[in-house]
């Protein structure tokens, strides 16, 4: 009698341990195989990128769009114009900001585009080069002097700022994008010269050159600090 009763103690104690343990053992199990899971999808989304890339040349061709700039008529997929068009619908599709660092810029096409995205509230910032800056036909004194716009330049004038690239809504992994290259936004650039421009929405692209960016903010005095 007293066996059986210490048989049942013990069945009720591997009952109540096994209630207590096995959900909890299971748990254990379930978590690790989610977090491997997890892993496996991180490294997956690693491996494909699904950034994109697009590449735009100016090559001699290019040298027959002088009008067509002038008047704004495209002459098919190659021509300036088109090229031109492209840059300004990314700066168009700005919704937040636009961080510009550029040696040169005398397009007026470009200017209306920054102005217009002024207009509408992002926050535009722009870093040039202190000799361009000063030169008759440069946009970006006008945009400082004229509309109060953001502008910095490094403080050594012996020292080219020739940068030339543009991110656009860095703060939106959704929407972020940026363009850079050899170009500078003038005629002289379009329709002269060799150039290329690269625009992606490349995530590790886009943080380095904000953060480059951002350095470079933080280091030049604002414009008003000189006497142009």
């Not at 104690?13 to 690790?32: D, L």
């Not at 088109?82 to 300004?88: A, N, Q």
Request: net charge positive; proline share 2%; charged share 25%.
């Amino acid at each position: 009698m007293v066996h059986k009763m210490h048989l049942k103690v013990i069945c009720k104690i591997v009952t109540a341990v096994s209630v207590a343990v096995i959900p909890a053992i299971i748990n254990y199990f379930v978590k690790r195989r989610y977090k491997k899971k997890l892993k496996e999808l991180k490294l997956r989304k690693n491996k494909f990128d699904n950034s994109y890339y697009h590449c735009i040349f100016w090559t001699m061709e290019n040298t027959k769009c002088r009008e067509h700039m002038l008047n704004s008529i495209e002459c098919g997929n190659n021509c300036s114009v088109t090229y031109l068009e492209t840059i300004i619908r990314l700066l168009s599709s700005s919704k937040l900001s636009i961080a510009l660092c550029m040696y040169h810029l005398t397009l007026k096409q470009i200017t209306d585009a920054l102005i217009e995205a002024n207009n509408r509230g992002v926050n535009v910032r722009i870093i040039t080069d202190a000799i361009t800056f000063k030169m008759q036909h440069s946009k970006l004194k006008f945009l400082q002097k004229k509309l109060g716009f953001d502008v910095r330049v490094p403080p050594n004038e012996d020292t080219f700022m020739h940068h030339k690239f543009c991110v656009i809504d860095a703060e939106d992994l959704d929407l972020h994008k940026m363009f850079l290259g050899s170009l500078n936004l003038t005629l002289q650039g379009c329709v002269n010269n060799f150039e290329f421009v690269i625009i992606t929405n490349n995530s590790h692209m886009i943080t380095s050159y904000k953060d480059e960016f951002d350095l470079l903010w933080k280091t030049f005095p604002d414009i008003y600090a000189y006497n142009f």
